[in-house]
């Protein structure tokens, strides 16, 4: 693992949520980091983001993800819909209170068998292929990964995924322990534990070799959300360098 000294110690901003429905929030907060500096940033494509259209089918999204590839960005696939919507159905108060409150039922890998899930991959990895463009990531939707997905995870060509708390290359699974900062904006309440719980995280990973930063593109109507990753991400750029998660990975391995 990198030496937690100034000169290796990397950011690494990650865009949940990527897809035609969701790209004018998401065109917002990219606006917002690319006034930072030259951040390169690692955008999870939703190849069919709730059913609600395919990632090949909109001109102007394929043009603006043309663009990104062009100025160092990279593509990871992050589930196929990004609906808890094919899966058995949850058992127990904690499975059910995982999978419908916690993650407002987007966790589509939450409970897949490896079958499943392998045929959810490969269907995205299909549009991307379509497209030409080059995908190495794989990130669950809300980051829950079944049993099964994990073991789909070992058969499939991606070189890394990651969870909340650590990223993995594959498909050995060696682990780095870096967690993500994220935002949860759709109550107040949420809002206001956000705001405390990713200043006391940034704080702790201060002198972290990496730091990792999750923005959703339902963070861009909230200023206090935006406020948060740009101040956050204009002071580390001060002593980190900025990278893809596949960047840093290289580096690491």
Same mark, same amino acid.
């Given at each position: ?175 780095? $322990? ?44 909230? $200023? ?30």
């Amino acid at each position: 693992m990198p030496p937690a000294d100034a000169r290796q110690r990397a950011v690494s901003v990650v865009l949940h949520d990527v897809a035609p429905a969701t790209w004018p929030a998401c065109a917002r907060l990219l606006e917002m980091v690319d006034a930072c500096g030259d951040v390169p940033v690692t955008l999870l494509v939703v190849p069919d983001y709730h059913h609600r259209g395919r990632i090949g089918d909109d001109a102007a999204f394929r043009d603006a993800i043309e663009r990104r590839l062009a100025r160092g960005d990279e593509l990871a696939l992050h589930g196929l819909y990004h609906l808890d919507d094919s899966a058995p159905r949850p058992r127990g108060p904690l499975q059910w209170a995982t999978r419908r409150l916690y993650t407002a039922s987007e966790g589509e890998f939450a409970a897949l068998d490896a079958g499943a899930a392998e045929r959810h991959m490969r269907a995205g990895l299909e549009q991307f292929a379509e497209r030409g463009w080059p995908v190495r990531g794989f990130v669950a939707p809300a980051w829950l990964m079944s049993t099964g997905t994990r073991a789909a995870l070992t058969r499939m060509p991606f070189s890394y995924t990651s969870t909340r708390r650590a990223l993995y290359t594959l498909p050995e699974w060696r682990e780095y $322990p870096h967690p993500s900062l994220v935002w949860s904006v759709r109550s107040a309440w949420r809002r206001g534990a956000s705001q405390l719980v990713n200043t006391l995280q940034e704080r702790r990973l201060r002198e972290a070799p990496l730091l990792r930063l999750g923005l959703h593109p339902a963070d861009a109507d909230h $200023p206090a959300a935006v406020d948060f990753w740009r101040n956050t991400l204009r002071s580390a750029l001060r002593t980190r360098r900025a990278v893809t998660k596949a960047g840093w990975l290289e580096h690491a391995a």
